[in-house]
């Protein structure tokens, strides 16, 4: 795709009054043959915008350059209708088909000179970044509302307690390193191949992070906890796991960022690097989840605390999920993918 | 050439899940005949249970215990059936009426003395009945119209019934769940996780607030549908 939007931009910019719906001319230099017939010209196509629904005609351009792609047709779409930015434009050719993508380019599509597009409203949006920052920020600071037994969570004499148990303080610095990791790499590592999610997703993963979170910090805190069985080499068999498998998920987010250059959205195989946690990806498509996994097991065997658990459980099935969704992208996109590798447990899942 | 890696040779078809949209074929209809008919049956055999044991007694106190199995197994064969309409809210249907039979009236016998028993027994019963053979008449393409506008109208009256006869029970269940602590678990244990039973059961009779209303003009709207044409398909909604 990325060599079609090149051909594009190089693009047969050569003014000719001809009629002719070119597909895929080679930029050639400009010369007049006056025994061919056809000749290189600039047709300028007309777009007509239809609802997906109601098949309403709800826009109408003309004199739209062939190298133009959907990004600026949803640019222009949405002067005439504001309220539709173009984060919220699915543009298709088909009123049940896929969405087409903004790097598109018209004249590439199996459109004739007067294009006919669908339109459907995604919704209001709103970006990625505020998505994660706001639900990665709740489980921050309500796990240690818990932590300090903030007023009315648990009996009033325990109000601004400390628990006597050392894993409990471990628990809370682990928690806390990991949702302030997430924090960072949302705002300095991640490059997102879109720009925006429904609007009605926040609510839907914020209720799911800061449930959760709840639920867990109350039990971890709460002045009836129980310590780990096995004591001290439960909790430090179970700290080393977290931890490595912190380090090896901050890997593999460096290394799928350096896969992509700044302010583009190419799709690459990713590859093991020099940083051992990343030979992983010999195995695995998607080893920072991979790695996630272990990370939340290791904090379940570290706070011995059931709904610690669910969470890792419900966790893990939501991953897997979208692990195996990315795998069958990349065998779809890539011809060499290699076949050793799983969507996100070695040989098994 | 395709890259069949080991863990990916099932085929993860998961965005294609099996919806029986598609008119089923001969074998398939000749299962869900059956199956409908045999729910219908276990719920007559229900009705007739209750209005036997009512003629006997002269009251209607302890009227539960004569249906009782039957009432316990017929929720639970919702199950294997599938049903032309939303899978959404006929789970929910099917968990609410499990949840109801075995999790509080055959769980806590204080209830089953209970008027309100009888009320939402009398309810499904009423409407198993008039929905199971609208769903046999469908499949056999013999609808009768009584059946279809009993069906679509019926519930007006049952559905309220109904609910209002669960959560009554649910509401008798509470001070004995409470007091014998049914189905709960305190801290300390070393899994560091508690259930209370009592607030569970206050939270699901606050659920009914948002869900009874969406159901119920689900339902309504489904009757403007049906109903509203003069010409009648005998389609299955």
């Not at chain 1, 309403?56 to 002067?79: Q, R, W, Y």
């Not at chain 1, 706070?303 to 069958?328: E, S």
């Not at chain 2, 719920?43 to 009251?59: P, Q």
């Not at chain 2, 009768?144 to 679509?152: C, E, V």
Request: charged content about 15%.
């Amino acid at each position: 795709m990325d060599a079609l939007a090149l051909e594009a931009a190089g693009g047969k910019k050569v003014a000719n009054g001809a009629a002719v719906a070119a597909p895929l001319p080679p930029p050639a230099p400009v010369k007049r043959k006056p025994a061919k017939k056809a000749k290189k010209a600039v047709v300028f196509f007309e777009v007509e915008i239809l609802d997906a629904k109601t098949k309403d005609k709800l826009c109408f351009l003309d004199k739209v350059e062939p190298n133009a792609t959907i990004g600026e047709i949803k640019s222009m779409f949405h002067k005439s209708h504001p309220q539709w930015y173009p984060a919220r434009q699915s543009i298709r050719l088909d009123p049940k088909g896929k969405s087409l993508k903004d790097e598109d380019v018209l004249q590439h599509l199996p459109v004739g000179t007067t294009a006919t597009f669908y339109f459907r409203d995604l919704g209001a949006q709103i970006s990625w970044v505020t998505v994660f920052l706001t639900e990665y920020t709740g489980p921050l600071v309500i796990y240690l509302m818990f932590y300090f037994r903030v007023p009315f969570i648990y009996a009033p004499k325990y109000d601004f307690t400390t628990s006597k148990h050392w894993v409990v303080h471990l628990a809370c610095m682990c928690h806390s390193f990991h949702y302030v990791k997430r924090l960072l790499e949302t705002l300095f590592v991640h490059r997102f191949s879109h720009g925006t999610m429904p609007l009605r997703n926040i609510f839907k993963n914020c209720t799911y992070y800061w449930g959760f979170a709840a639920w867990m910090a109350y039990y971890i805190n709460h002045p009836l906890y129980t310590p780990p069985i096995y004591g001290e080499q439960q909790i430090r068999l179970a700290l080393i796991i977290f931890l490595f498998c912190q380090i090896g998920n901050f890997s593999i987010h460096i290394a799928l960022r350096n896969l992509r250059p700044p302010g583009s959205k190419t799709r690459k195989i990713p590859y093991p690097t020099k940083n051992p946690f990343t030979w992983i990806f010999l195995l695995v498509s998607c080893p920072n989840y991979t790695y996630e996994l272990g990370s939340w097991l290791g904090f379940t065997v570290m706070t011995q605390c059931l709904p610690v658990a669910f969470f890792t459980l419900v966790g893990f099935i939501q991953m897997t999920v979208w692990a195996k969704g990315k795998h069958r992208s990349y065998l779809k996109e890539f011809r060499d993918y290699p076949p050793l590798r799983s969507p996100i447990l070695p040989f098994i899942l | 050439m395709s890259a069949a890696a080991p863990g990916t040779s099932k085929a993860a078809h998961s965005d294609v899940a099996p919806k029986k949209k598609k008119g089923p074929g001969a074998l398939a209809t000749a299962y869900l005949v059956i199956y409908n008919v045999v729910m219908t049956a276990g719920w007559l055999v229900i009705a007739v249970g209750l209005v036997r044991a009512y003629l006997a007694r002269g009251s209607y106190h302890g009227l539960y215990y004569s249906i009782e199995k039957p009432l316990n197994v017929c929720p639970l064969c919702h199950i294997p059936g599938i049903v032309p309409s939303s899978v959404v809210l006929t789970g929910f249907q099917v968990m609410s009426r499990v949840f109801l039979t075995w999790a509080v009236t055959h769980s806590v016998r204080e209830v089953q003395s209970e008027d309100s028993v009888l009320l939402f027994v009398t309810a499904w019963t009423v409407t198993e009945i008039i929905r199971y053979s609208f769903y046999t008449f469908s499949l056999l393409n013999h609808l009768p119209y009584l059946i279809k506008w009993a069906r679509y109208t019926f519930f007006i009256v049952l559905y309220p019934m109904g609910v209002t006869g669960e959560l009554l029970t649910i509401y008798a269940a509470l001070p004995y769940v409470q007091k014998t602590g049914l189905y709960s678990v305190t801290l300390p244990n070393k899994y560091n996780f508690s259930f209370d039973y009592y607030t569970f059961l206050i939270l699901i009779m606050i659920s009914y607030i948002p869900l009874f209303p969406q159901l119920y003009f689900h339902m309504i709207r489904q009757r403007k549908k049906v109903l509203g044409h003069v010409e009648d398909y005998s389609k299955v909604e």
